[in-house]
């Protein structure tokens, strides 16, 4: 799960750092993110016996539908919301509910980890992706 939350965190701070980029360049092109909650799409499948088990029980009671996980896409899609808004479910820990704006943590308000995650992926990937 630790891996899960630093890819989440990476999405996050990626967004963060692209929205920097489009505002300088003076675009009006908005970068968002979205998360599903928790939804069942299948992505149990890669849990390990003992976490299927508990995420089949548990799952009844805090997930919502796959079609409802893709409401904040959706929502992010359509609405007219700010460079680097976050939407995800408004239920109790952000597990199902209907979508809305949800908080940044300080950690992925941190823009200068945001850039040093860009210049590192563009390092690494021998990739540059120039706005303006």
Do not use: C
């Not at 539908?65 to 409401?71: P, V």
């Not at 359509?78 to 704006?101: E, F, H, K, M």
């Amino acid at each position: 799960m630790a891996a899960y939350g630093q890819s989440k965190l990476a999405n996050l701070l990626f967004t963060l750092e692209l929205q920097n980029r489009l505002t300088a360049a003076g675009s009006a092109v908005r970068a968002l993110a979205a998360h599903p909650g928790a939804a069942t799409t299948g992505l149990n499948r890669h849990l390990g016996r003992a976490m299927k088990a508990v995420a089949a029980i548990v799952g009844r009671f805090v997930m919502q539908s796959g079609a409802d996980g893709a409401q904040p896409t959706l929502f992010a899609a359509i609405r007219d919301l700010p460079g680097a808004s976050y939407v995800g479910p408004d239920g109790r820990g952000g597990q199902r509910g209907r979508p809305t704006l949800v908080a940044r943590s300080t950690a992925v308000q941190d823009t200068d980890l945001a850039a040093r995650l860009w210049q590192l992926s563009e390092r690494l990937t021998a990739t540059s992706f120039p706005l303006g």
